[in-house]
């Protein structure tokens, strides 16, 4: 199992300009999440997916969208990118019956917005 | 507003010193408090706590949650520079998706 998986490792866009970061999970995990992590601060959610077709807004949502056709694919598009979003963005997935509540997260997403 | 306190922010320490960690929470509907530890990448997971006074331990590491006075303690002893990581604590509440409260997080750093 590659557990999950995020592409780019890292990023630098321009401000305005778009782009998707990609995060699959080959655990067959019902709940995903999208989250951010600022310099010397937690993690922040911004989306979550309790299965496919099934979205909803976390803590920080604004300037970003989701969707989840699949169970195994969860993509995060940023839109109009501003130099608040520099971030790490981590996706993590659990499975809905988990009773630890324990998260499996991929390796991040480094993007910084000039 | 569901919200989980970390203290202290950093510490620095010396190989062989004992360390506490503090996690304090206030959460609506909470289920369990879970320990993770961040070293430059992804949280690897340390410990889930769902009952009072019942100490975990992985090695020299160790965990305690009071669900009376809302907070959990991670205890580890002769700290090695390896320990030197970011450790986040999250509160897990019932029927909201699986999701994370995050804590700030505590920045260890053990100097040899």
């Known amino acids: 199992n590659a557990g999950v998986t995020q592409t780019p490792k890292f990023r630098i866009l321009k401000i305005g300009q778009s782009m998707t970061l990609q995060c699959a999970q080959d655990m067959n995990h019902n709940y995903m999440y999208w989250y951010r992590q600022d310099p010397g601060m937690g993690l922040k959610l911004i989306y979550y997916s309790v299965g496919a077709g099934i979205t909803d807004k976390g803590e920080v949502p604004n300037g970003y969208n989701v969707s989840r056709s699949t169970t195994e694919d969860f993509p995060l598009r940023l839109e109009l990118a501003a130099p608040s979003q520099t971030s790490v963005y981590f996706c993590?997935?659990?499975?809905?019956?988990?009773?630890?509540?324990?998260?499996?997260f991929g390796p991040g997403t480094r993007l910084t917005v000039t | 507003e569901d919200k989980v306190v970390q203290s202290p922010l950093s510490l620095v320490v010396h190989e062989g010193d004992t360390v506490t960690l503090n996690c304090s929470y206030e959460v609506t509907n909470f289920r369990s408090l879970l320990w993770y530890k961040q070293e430059k990448k992804a949280p690897t997971f340390l410990f889930m706590l769902?009952?009072?006074?019942i100490e975990k331990k992985s090695g020299r590491l160790s965990s305690i949650l009071d669900k009376k006075e809302l907070f959990s303690i991670l205890n580890i002893t002769a700290t090695q520079t390896g320990d030197s990581a970011v450790y986040l604590c999250a509160a897990h509440p019932f029927n909201q998706g699986g999701k994370l409260i995050f804590g700030q997080g505590t920045e260890l750093s053990v100097k040899p």
């Open positions: 769902t009952s009072s006074g």
């Open positions: 993590a997935s659990s499975y809905s019956t988990s009773v630890t509540g324990e998260q499996y």
